[in-house]
């Protein structure tokens, strides 16, 4: 029904810390869902073929890959943390932090990322 | 009584529900100028036929609202000095509402959407019956009167981006009002309303931005009541209900 | 576009996976200290009933959660509809349990 409307575009109600929030989430839900089948795909080498996994493994040791895998780990600490910072919004009483909250998940994603690399190198 | 010699651009979108375009009018500025204010300098002073919409100029009938700056705003109680951005305005219609023409939009879908979240009281007692007695104390009444304060301006629902991608999305004013109606004690429409807010169209499409709780010019925050929905819908479907 | 059922089918796998995704993590990071090889990896999992129950469950709602998830995204971001939005979201959820049933059975059997 809004199809017929001329409104011209507006942006500026978008950007506030919550919005971006938003826009992490969905992102990093993309992001994970696209790397998936690759992620089975690899570990399925077992079932036929145990050297390809060996092979695929040691490629991973490749320092841009370890950075690459540091940042998987980024987008799944964004998506977990994120993710029960929205359970918590729509299942327990309202809080009206919402943007600490927010602010504490990224913060709690780049440090477990942080402790991702750390070990991984 | 111009206060201060400069004047103030302002871009005005003009056009229908076919296109438009925005017409920039130059407009003294003044001490404390809402933009409502400059709205009503150029269809008084520059252009007759600009097409606009208000009635109490005092934050109190929601009938103003129009894009300012990109966002929207009650423009009756919005200050130029709060959004003007070096001496400029950009004023267009409300987003996600059909144009009727210039700054006025239809507001018919967004009003048809309050009656599809069932935000029709539904009495449970008549004339004759004693008022009921409701303490401002209880849980539930707490709840609904963070609500009611709601003047039906429209702003969350321009501002939301739910409603930009989902269009048949009910949206933040109505399934706020859904949420007020819920917590009422005195209401006997519960599981229709449930059922109402439960659908495709219904309070599980809400992302949180929050964008509507940014923008409401009552501090109020759909999001909260539309969480609230989100729990009484997602009880009654695990009961079956849904 | 978003009825309440596919929402608490989205958050009650979203439930499910949090935990999950925290052991994982966990195990990642511990698992990565000495460098990734195949040998390592079916050493810790193969023949464990509760390597199999972990990563199966994983398996199962992440693919519910997914499919629900790319489905929004399919119809807010590509105006995707109709019978091709649900072909999308049932693909989805078939292709990552098929696939992901695959790999759990390849590392724990």
Same mark, same amino acid.
């Given at each position: 029904?809004?199809?017929?409307?001329?409104?011209?575009?507006?942006?500026?109600?978008?950007?506030?810390?919550?919005?971006?929030?938003?826009?992490?989430?969905?992102?990093?839900?993309?992001?994970?869902?696209?790397?998936?089948?690759?992620?089975?795909?690899?570990?399925?080498?077992?079932?036929?073929?145990?050297?390809?996994?060996?092979?695929?493994?040691?490629?991973?040791?490749?320092?841009?890959?370890?950075?690459?895998?540091?940042?998987?780990?980024?987008?799944?600490?964004?998506?977990?943390?994120?993710?029960?910072?929205?359970?918590?919004?729509?299942?327990?009483?309202?809080?009206?932090?919402?943007?600490?909250?927010?602010?504490?998940?990224?913060?709690?994603?780049?440090?477990?990322?942080?402790?991702?690399?750390?070990?991984?190198? | 009584?111009?206060?201060?010699?400069?004047?103030?651009?302002?871009?005005?979108?003009?056009?229908?529900?076919?296109?438009?375009?925005?017409?920039?009018?130059?407009?003294?500025?003044?001490?404390?100028?809402?933009?409502?204010?400059?709205?009503?300098?150029?269809?008084?002073?520059?252009?007759?036929?600009?097409?606009?919409?208000?009635?109490?100029?005092?934050?109190?009938?929601?009938?103003?609202?129009?894009?300012?700056?990109?966002?929207?705003?009650?423009?009756?109680?919005?200050?130029?000095?709060?959004?003007?951005?070096?001496?400029?305005?950009?004023?267009?219609?409300?987003?996600?509402?059909?144009?009727?023409?210039?700054?006025?939009?239809?507001?018919?879908?967004?009003?048809?959407?309050?009656?599809?979240?069932?935000?029709?009281?539904?009495?449970?007692?008549?004339?004759?019956?004693?008022?009921?007695?409701?303490?401002?104390?209880?849980?539930?009444?707490?709840?609904?009167?963070?609500?009611?304060?709601?003047?039906? +301006? &429209?702003? =969350?629902?321009?501002?939301?981006?739910?409603?930009?991608?989902? %269009?048949?999305? $009910?949206? !933040?004013? @109505?399934?706020?009002?859904?949420?007020?109606?819920?917590?009422?004690?005195?209401?006997?429409?519960?599981?229709?309303?449930?059922?109402?807010?439960?659908?495709?169209?219904? +309070? &599980?499409? =809400?992302?949180?931005?929050?964008?509507?709780?940014?923008?409401? %010019?009552?501090? $109020?925050? !759909?999001? @909260?009541?539309?969480?609230?929905?989100?729990?009484?819908?997602?009880?009654?479907?695990?009961?079956?209900?849904? | 576009?978003?009825?309440?059922?596919?929402?608490?089918?989205?958050?009650?796998?979203?439930?499910?996976?949090?935990?999950?995704?925290?052991?994982?993590?966990?195990?990642?990071?511990?698992?990565?200290?000495?460098?990734?090889?195949?040998?390592?990896?079916?050493?810790?999992?193969?023949?464990?009933?509760?390597?199999?129950?972990?990563?199966?469950?994983?398996?199962?709602?992440?693919?519910?959660?997914?499919?629900?998830?790319?489905?929004?995204?399919?119809?807010?971001?590509?105006?995707?509809?109709?019978?091709?939005?649900?072909?999308?979201?049932?693909?989805?959820?078939?292709?990552?349990?098929?696939?992901?049933?695959?790999?759990?059975?390849?590392?724990?059997?």
């Amino acid at each position: 029904m809004t199809a017929s409307s001329a409104a011209p575009p507006a942006w500026a109600h978008r950007g506030h810390p919550l919005w971006i929030a938003w826009l992490i989430h969905r992102l990093s839900g993309l992001a994970l869902a696209l790397f998936l089948p690759a992620h089975f795909l690899v570990l399925g080498l077992a079932l036929n073929d145990p050297a390809a996994l060996d092979g695929a493994l040691r490629w991973m040791d490749n320092p841009w890959v370890k950075a690459a895998e540091t940042g998987l780990v980024l987008l799944l600490g964004l998506h977990l943390f994120g993710g029960l910072r929205l359970l918590a919004l729509e299942f327990l009483p309202w809080s009206p932090r919402q943007k600490t909250w927010a602010a504490a998940a990224v913060a709690l994603a780049c440090a477990v990322s942080a402790g991702f690399l750390l070990s991984a190198v | 009584m111009t206060q201060d010699a400069d004047t103030l651009t302002v871009e005005v979108w003009r056009g229908d529900a076919r296109g438009g375009g925005y017409v920039a009018y130059d407009v003294p500025r003044r001490e404390s100028q809402t933009v409502l204010d400059v709205v009503t300098w150029i269809q008084q002073n520059a252009e007759p036929a600009l097409a606009y919409r208000f009635a109490c100029r005092v934050g109190m009938c929601g009938s103003c609202a129009m894009t300012v700056n990109g966002a929207p705003r009650w423009t009756c109680r919005t200050h130029v000095r709060r959004v003007a951005k070096a001496g400029r305005l950009r004023i267009a219609p409300l987003r996600n509402l059909p144009v009727i023409r210039d700054l006025a939009a239809d507001l018919a879908p967004f009003f048809n959407k309050w009656t599809a979240a069932g935000g029709t009281f539904a009495p449970t007692a008549t004339r004759d019956d004693p008022p009921a007695e409701i303490s401002p104390e209880t849980p539930q009444r707490a709840a609904a009167d963070a609500g009611i304060e709601c003047i039906n +301006c &429209a702003v =969350c629902y321009a501002a939301c981006d739910t409603v930009a991608m989902v %269009p048949d999305y $009910l949206g !933040p004013a @109505a399934l706020n009002r859904a949420w007020t109606l819920v917590n009422d004690a005195r209401d006997g429409g519960q599981a229709e309303r449930i059922a109402a807010v439960s659908g495709g169209n219904g +309070c &599980a499409n =809400c992302h949180s931005h929050q964008s509507c709780a940014e923008l409401c %010019p009552n501090g $109020l925050s !759909p999001t @909260a009541a539309i969480a609230g929905l989100k729990r009484a819908a997602g009880r009654a479907w695990l009961r079956g209900g849904a | 576009m978003t009825d309440i059922r596919l929402y608490m089918l989205q958050r009650i796998s979203a439930m499910v996976l949090a935990p999950l995704i925290v052991g994982h993590i966990a195990t990642m990071i511990v698992a990565v200290q000495n460098g990734l090889s195949a040998g390592e990896i079916l050493g810790r999992t193969q023949g464990s009933i509760w390597w199999g129950l972990f990563y199966g469950l994983f398996v199962a709602a992440v693919s519910v959660h997914a499919a629900i998830g790319l489905r929004t995204v399919a119809f807010e971001w590509l105006k995707l509809k109709g019978r091709a939005l649900d072909l999308l979201a049932w693909a989805v959820f078939a292709g990552l349990l098929l696939l992901g049933g695959r790999a759990v059975m390849a590392v724990v059997l």
